[in-house]
Structures are given as structure tokens and as C-alpha cells.
């Protein structure tokens, strides 16, 4: 459907008084709606048809055929006032929404590419509150950008590699634990959250444990056979419950690429910064230095040859670039992360990589709670975590309450309570300075929908059947 500047340009057009393009160019939206939703000056052709702009006004008004949706038009001091028909535009806006469905106010395809790396857990560990911010707020401009025309790779950027696993792995076979498969694929993340708490509690009895895994880290990255097969199943178990937590919240991701799959595009990256003569030694590390933007050193890899959080973003964003082309690539991370980004990007920079400008980091504040009488984050190791699912289901619990209490005969109580905890509790956080009162957005969005629904009906419209002409 044209838009109505672009019929009202047609209009003009066809009495001959306006060139199409020269309308669209005059037509605004006048400050005072008593002046109607679009006016156009007809002071520019004063000139040519040696008339006051008020006769010409009142000349073009009387001329002019009103496209369908306009209800009248008026001559007002030299300009041209188009007013909508109100029920028209409900009525065909009832119809586009019937016929497009969730599509509807999308733009077109505008053939760019946007990466968005948002939620992105460590796996080993159950998906905590603290990380409802990243995957809310990841998940919103994923569908802000496909709504605005761009093709969006949604990227759970796993935290699949680091000595966190030489960590499970010394306190799994510490433990004695079972190794045949059959065991290893029963595991679930919860027997791994807990065996990442027991480390915590041992090392601090025993502070050995910290080089046994990272000396197990080490023995993992060089391709130790049994010891990827550990790792394996703990990344299985971890996620399946993931995929179950985010299609609880109806959230999707496009790739699952941790940063164990950027593990052979490394070498590439070490490589090409020595060859650049940027890569460092300082202190028995290796690090990129970058004085000139009064940021720290980049650290780039250990004294044992491990590699560090920077270096697979590194690689990870030249991988992202090679793969999808994008035009922007976003990395929906806590503020706690802001001068990793800043040193990530500079060194993109420094490598060459005009892109790096496309790439921006989307900080949010951390979701802290109080533990022995101090507000910090959530650490799972220590066990002081809240857990989504936790969260989830205590506000499902407390909406079935008010169920019972005043609407006891609900049929499929359990599953509405547990939608309507669901619809406030992870978009929350992308409405935290939202006005209104805290707890009541989600089921807000379920009353707007029913008075919709309820508009719907009133207007005889139903998705599959839109209204008839006669009908408007």
C-alpha cells in the first residue's frame, strides 16, 4: 500500500499544478492537527501561475481527487490541509495486521547484515540471573534489526574453553566419577555446577589445585584424547538445559560458536600480529601494546601458550567478518567488559581492520545481590549465583497463588501462571527505567491483547477473512 504523501503527491500531480517529486518534497505534517495530518504550501507556484497562493490553495482544493483513505481537504492561507478518514485507516490497518501477522510495520529487506553476540554463558554452569540482561536485551535488538530490514545472526558466543574446564576436569576425576559414556551422556549441568562450587571450596585448602588445572587447561587445548572427551559431555549437558531455559523464554539463537570452534583460527592471528611486528613480550607474555590510546596492553597469550579472552575475540571477529560480511556486529556485554572491548577493538585497528569502526559494544549495568551483607554479583563458584530457573519458577509458583485465590476453576492454571512469569520476568530488565509500577509489564502486554482482540472482533475482522470494501 502506498504511503499518503505518495498518493497526495499523485493527486497534485494529475491536475497538472505539481511535478510528483517536487509534492513528496513540500508535503509535512502540520505542528496544529486542526490543520489536518499533511499539509503542502502552494507558495512556489505563485510565480509560474501569477496567483496569490490563497486562490491557488482554493483552485487546487476544489480540483483536487482525494485518494481513498483522505476525508476532505481545505485551503487555509496558501497551503493545502489533507485530512485521514479515521475509520478507513483503523479498518485497513486491521486488515494489513490480519494479513501479515507478526510481519506487520517490518521493513523491507535492506540487504545488510548486523551480528548480534548476546547471552553467551559459560558452559559447566546452569544460566544465572545475572545473565538475563545480555539475552533479553540481545534477543530485543535481534528483532528491532530483522524489523528494520536487516539480516541478523543472533551468536551465542559460548564460554566453552578456558581453564574453568581444567578446573572440572581435575575435580571430576578427583572425585573418582564414572568415565564410560553411558555416565558421561546422563551428566546435566547441575552435577557440573556443583562440581565448579567443590573446586572453589578445595583450592582455598589446597592452592595446588589452581595449577593442576591449568595445567589440565593446557593438556586440553594440545588435544589430550580423554580429556576432549570429558569436555565434550560437559558442554552436551550443559546445552541441553540452555536450549531448554531459552526455549522457555522464546529465545533462538542462529549459531552456537564458542570460543573452543576460533581454537585452529588462532595460529592465523598470532601469526599475523608477529608479522606485523605488534606482538610483545612483557613480563613472559605475550601482549600487544597500546600506549597511543591510553588504554593497557592487550594480552594475547600466557607464558605456558595458553590463549586468552582477547585473542579468541580476535579471531572470532575476523572469522564474523569472512563468514557474514557484516555491517555492524554487536556484543551485548556487561559494562564489567567495557575495556576488554575498547582493547579488542584498537587492536582490529592496528591489525588493519577498517572495519573494526562497525563493531560496538553494548553495555548494560551488573544485576548485583546482597551476600553477607554486600551487593555483588552472583558467583557461581561460591554458590551465592541466582538461578534463572529458580527465578522462573518461584514467579510461577506465586502467580499460580493468585490463580487459586481468584480464579480457582481456570482451566491450564499451571501453564498460564507459568507463561504470564515468563512474559514480566526476562523482559524486566530491558524496561528497567520504564515508568510504571515494578511486576506488572508482562501481564500488561495480555490486557493490551485482549482489547485488542476484543477491537478485532468489533470490527468483524478475523486473520484469515479481511474485511470486505463494502465494509469500510
Known sequence: ?????????????????????????????????????????????????????????????????????????????GYLNFFIDRSFLAKSTLEEIAAKGLEYGHAVPNGKVVCIDFSSPNIGKELAFHHLRSTMIGNSLSRIYKAAGYKVERINHLGDWGTAFGKLIVMYLREKRPTDDATLDSLTVKELNILYAAFSKASKEEPGLEDEARAAFTKLEQGDEFYRKLWTAFRAATLKELMRIYDMMGVGFDHYTGESFFEDKIPAILDELREKNLMVKSQDLDVVMLDEFDLNPCLIRKSDGSTLYATRDLAAACYRKKE????????????????????????????????????????????????????????????????????????????????????????????IARQIGIAERPRAPVQHHAQGRPGTRGPRRWNCKREFCRTHRRCRLQPHQPARQEER
Open 324 to 415: 557474514y560480511n557484516f555491517d555492524k556486529c554487536l556484543y551485548v556485554v556487561d559494562l564489567g567488559q567495557a575495556l576488554h572491548f575498547k582493547q579488542v577493538f584498537h587492536v582490529l585497528k592496528k591489525m588493519g581492520r577498517e572495519w573494526y569502526k562497525d563493531m560496538y559494544h553494548i553495555p548494560f549495568g551488573v544485576i548485583l545481590q546482597l551476600v553477607d551483607g554486600k551487593w555483588e554479583k552472583g558467583k557461581t563458584r561460591t554458590g551465592t549465583a541466582s538461578l534463572l530457573r529458580d527465578v522462573i519458577e518461584a514467579a510461577q509458583k506465586k502467580i499460580l497463588e493468585f490463580i487459586d485465590e481468584k480464579n480457582p476453576n481456570l482451566e491450564n492454571k499451571e501453564l
Open 1 to 77: 500500500m502506498n504511503s499518503f504523501e505518495q498518493e497526495i503527491a499523485e493527486a497534485l500531480a494529475a491536475t497538472g499544478s505539481f511535478e510528483k517529486e517536487a509534492a513528496l518534497k513540500l508535503i509535512s505534517v502540520p505542528p496544529d492537527t486542526t490543520h489536518g495530518n499533511f499539509t503542502i504550501p502552494c507558495f512556489s507556484l505563485a510565480k509560474v501561475m501569477r496567483k496569490a497562493p490563497k486562490m491557488i490553495a482554493e483552485d487546487l482544493a476544489a480540483q483536487v481527487k482525494l485518494p481513498a483513505g483522505l476525508s476532505k481537504v481545505e485551503a487555509v492561507n
